[in-house]
Nanobody
Framework: VQLQASGGGLVQAGGSLRLSCAAT????????MGWFRQTPGKEREFVAA????????RYADSVKGRFAISRDDAEDVVYLSMNSLTPEDTAVYYC??????????????????WGQGTQVTVSS
């Protein structure tokens, strides 16, 4: 199983980015996906999670209304659309994968596979 995250970069405050995470080596539709982020010296922080398209995703309070997670099971990709970015969103963003559950899972320890991370830097 491999997860390849991309789409990070440098953006000004108020701007937008869309992260992608492509999964290979598994039947993607059988798995739930999550996005997490981490800054130096801090623990990995939950951002968003999705079980299946059409079911309600889950978001951290800090990103609700600004970020949107989605998945394309035909392309084996999960996306994180990020709008109204602030410097506090600066972090390395990781995608993660776990077996399907009834609800989106926020705990990082519940995820089995992780992507390599993509840096998002928001300038003020």
């Amino acid at each position: 199983v491999q997860l390849q995250a991309s789409g990070g970069g440098l953006v000004q405050a108020g701007g937008s980015l869309r992260l992608s995470c492509a999964a290979t080596g598994l039947t993607f539709s059988n798995y739930a996906m999550g996005w997490f982020r981490q800054t130096p010296g801090k623990e990995r922080e939950f951002v968003a999670a999705i079980v299946r398209s059409g079911l309600a995703p889950r978001y951290a309070d800090s990103v609700k209304g600004r970020f949107a997670i989605s998945r394309d099971d035909a392309e084996d990709v999960v996306y994180l659309s990020m709008n109204s970015l602030t410097p506090e969103d600066t972090a390395v963003y990781y995608c993660a994968l776990r077996p399907l559950a009834k609800y989106p899972i926020a705990a990082a320890r519940e995820y089995d596979y992780w992507g390599q991370g993509t840096q998002v830097t928001v300038s003020s």
